[in-house]
């Protein structure tokens, strides 16, 4: 499936933005109080657990990189007298109010004295899967409301905000490649291109609660730090570039640790777990290597599109 393109005849059937081209290339907005944004996921290039904090976070070393796997949002002013959110596509498994959507409304709206607005979001990127979908889902909420009322804050201003709700949610307001290293939420820009060749991402039907995700990890500072090792061309990353993640998480999950082995037996020059997982990404050096490696795979969600 290339970037979901077959989800777009259910789009026209069920889902209601009035004003939404129904493609995942184009989006064609009439007035600035219809606002519409496609919200990306990202993928992990590399993730070192460096050291466990005093307050019971752990501070890490990753590269977020933007992928063009999209879930599309919608912010338009309330028909009514308060705020609502209505999903369609993927089921969440979530009440509108505990919504980081909601949350990252509810931040704008006490920050800069917005208005009520009624949301709506064609789920498309998975959940559980190390992805970061629902934190991009709440950054564009941020960047459509500041722009659908002129409210006037710059992306460092909303970066700011953001990390109120999530860690990687500064990431998806500035949304182009960042070294990350703190809780995952400092962030400096990032010289690395994969431009030309093909990913393909892999979700099993399992989700990796953070408990297990963190379990048996022992933090440490790596051999060779990850902005070193993403210099070197994507072909010489496997069994340099790493994440710390995957031994707790592929012992607990073997599907896991079989969806990437598949992924490189199948010709990818790279290979790792998204972020504390389920998903997992291979980096292809052409269409057909990567179209044709995913018939090995059933009972996953699976996703093929251009870097």
């Not at 949304?175 to 892999?202: F, H, Y």
């Not at 993640?245 to 969806?259: K, L, Y």
């Not at 291979?282 to 599109?305: H, P, Q, R």
Request: glycine letters at 8%; a negative charge; aromatic letters at 8%.
């Amino acid at each position: 499936m290339l970037n979901g393109a077959n989800d777009t005849g259910e789009m026209k059937r069920n889902f209601s933005f009035r004003l939404f081209i129904c493609n995942f290339a184009t989006c064609e907005q009439e007035t600035k109080t219809d606002m519409i944004g496609f919200a990306n996921a990202k993928i992990n290039l590399g993730l070192d657990i460096v050291r466990r904090r005093p307050d019971g976070y752990h501070d890490i070393v990753t590269v977020f990189y933007p992928i063009k796997l999209n879930d599309v949002v919608e912010v338009v002013p309330a028909a009514g007298e308060q705020t609502t959110l209505t999903c369609y596509g993927r089921p969440i498994d979530c009440p509108p109010e505990k919504n980081l959507m909601m949350k990252a409304c509810r931040l704008m709206q006490e920050q800069y004295g917005l208005p009520h607005v009624d949301m709506y979001i064609y789920k498309h990127i998975p959940d559980g899967a190390g992805l970061g979908g629902g934190s991009s889902d709440a950054s564009k909420v941020m960047l459509l409301m500041n722009e659908m009322f002129s409210a006037g804050a710059s992306l460092d201003d909303l970066a700011r905000l953001s990390a109120k709700i999530g860690a990687d949610c500064p990431f998806f307001i500035h949304n182009t490649p960042m070294l990350a290293t703190g809780i995952g939420d400092v962030l400096s820009p990032c010289e690395v291109s994969l431009r030309g060749k093909w990913l393909v991402v892999v979700k099993p039907a399992v989700s990796v609660p953070t408990k297990v995700a963190y379990a048996n990890v022992t933090p440490a500072q790596p051999v060779t730090p990850i902005d070193e090792i993403i210099k070197l061309p994507a072909g010489q990353w496997q069994g340099l570039l790493k994440n710390d993640f995957e031994p707790s998480v592929m012992a607990e999950f073997p599907i896991i640790s079989s969806i990437k082995q598949t992924l490189l037996d199948g010709g990818a020059v790279y290979a790792s777990m998204s972020g504390s997982g389920s998903a997992v990404f291979g980096i292809f050096d052409s269409a057909k290597l990567a179209e044709d490696v995913t018939n090995n795979f059933t009972g996953c969600d699976k996703y093929v599109m251009e870097l």
